[in-house]
């Protein structure tokens, strides 16, 4: 059974480069955008800003770390984590009071999926051609 030859190096680093750095700009866009949808825009109901700001970023603070880090495996799992933010999003466009607010969501939350996806790609082929392959 023939494998496919894995890409060059050169070829490699400079999307490793621009997807992490994607990953980087796109999670600050949306822990920006769910705390300035909380603190100015939502209503709350009498709960408390803390509260609610760290049951929601609570998920992406987890994984936060390993992404600052650069490691490929908080990208992974920031993939399974981003779902949550997805289905958020899909029913916030829902609501015409809340509608953009889905709309900014969804898109930051499907953006992220695909460059921590492919960050998460490249950077195992990356070092398996580090290793020799």
């Known amino acids: 059974m023939s494998k496919k030859p894995l890409p060059k190096l050169s070829w490699l680093k400079p999307r490793l480069l621009v997807t992490r750095a994607l990953c980087l700009v796109l999670l600050s866009a949306l822990l920006l955008l769910l705390v300035l949808w909380n603190a100015l825009f939502a209503d709350l109901n009498g709960a408390r800003l803390w509260l609610v700001l760290s049951i929601e970023l609570a998920p992406l603070t987890i994984v936060l770390p390993g992404i600052l880090l650069g ?4 990208h992974a799992w920031l993939c399974f984590v981003l779902n949550l933010y997805f ?3 899909v029913l916030a466009t ?3 009071t809340r509608q953009w607010l889905g709309w900014a969501e969804l898109s930051l939350s499907v953006g992220l999926f695909i460059c921590a996806l492919l960050y998460v790609r490249w950077r195992f ?5 580090l290793a020799g392959e």
């Open 94 to 96: 829902l609501y015409p």
């Open 87 to 89: 289905i958020k999003g």
């Open 71 to 74: 490691r490929a495996r908080a």
């Open 125 to 129: 082929q990356y070092e398996r051609r």
